[in-house]
């Protein structure tokens, strides 16, 4: 079991590295939605892909600072696979995330969140950052559902996020060979 959680744990500083690096929040656009992005680094046990999707993108505007991205993210090594949901939340005050609620359809998924990372960036922003494996049976239903909402809690009740229907299919086929 150690094995599994350094593993997970490697691989979630990793990408938060990747995506803080490579994806300004600030000036990104929405032109990334729902796109397949695959990538490989290699480890000391071998070579670790990565496959993602992002799937909901707000980005900090001048009457609010706060921005947020929603990614599905595929990680594999070896025989080992990890099915993940990952947030990045930027913004003046704290969230102290805890929890995220997943509807695909009529089925609701809780997964509780363990040790998001969180600081304090430039100007006072801060930044939380988290992922959290899907269940199973979320997985089974997002290749082939037809609505996704998702909300995350903290201190306060996060808003509903609901999904863009045009973006239900992409998510659909970016489960399938799973």
């Given at each position: 079991?150690?094995g599994?959680?350094?593993?997970?744990?490697?691989?979630?500083?990793?990408?938060?590295?990747?995506?803080?690096?490579?994806a300004?929040?600030?000036?990104?656009?929405?032109?990334?939605?729902?796109?397949?992005?695959?990538?490989?680094?290699n480890?000391?046990?071998?070579?670790i892909?990565?496959?993602?999707?992002t799937?909901?993108?707000?980005?900090?505007?001048?009457?609010?600072?706060?921005?947020?991205?929603?990614?599905?993210?595929?990680?594999?090594?070896?025989?080992?696979?990890?099915?993940?949901?990952?947030?990045?939340?930027?913004?003046?005050?704290?969230?102290?995330?805890?929890?995220?609620?997943?509807?695909?359809?009529?089925?609701?998924?809780?997964?509780?969140?363990?040790?998001?990372?969180?600081?304090?960036?430039?100007?006072?922003?801060?930044?939380?950052?988290?992922?959290?494996?899907?269940?199973?049976?979320?997985?089974?239903?997002?290749?082939?559902?037809?609505?996704?909402?998702?909300q995350?809690?903290?201190?306060?009740?996060?808003?509903?996020?609901?999904?863009?229907?045009?973006?239900?299919?992409?998510?659909?086929?970016?489960?399938?060979?799973?």
């Amino acid at each position: 079991m150690f094995g599994r959680k350094f593993f997970l744990g490697m691989l979630s500083i990793l990408l938060g590295i990747i995506i803080i690096g490579c994806a300004s929040m600030g000036s990104s656009s929405n032109n990334d939605l729902f796109i397949v992005k695959e990538s490989s680094t290699n480890d000391i046990k071998g070579t670790i892909y990565d496959k993602s999707m992002t799937i909901y993108k707000r980005s900090p505007t001048m009457s609010s600072i706060w921005g947020m991205d929603i990614s599905f993210i595929q990680r594999s090594s070896g025989d080992i696979t990890a099915n993940m949901i990952y947030v990045l939340y930027l913004g003046e005050d704290w969230r102290f995330y805890d929890k995220i609620q997943i509807k695909i359809d009529n089925n609701l998924y809780e997964i509780h969140i363990d040790n998001p990372a969180r600081e304090v960036r430039s100007r006072g922003t801060v930044l939380e950052q988290f992922n959290a494996i899907l269940p199973k049976p979320a997985i089974n239903n997002l290749k082939n559902c037809s609505s996704i909402i998702i909300q995350i809690d903290g201190k306060n009740r996060g808003e509903p996020i609901q999904i863009a229907p045009e973006g239900i299919s992409k998510i659909n086929s970016f489960w399938q060979n799973n």
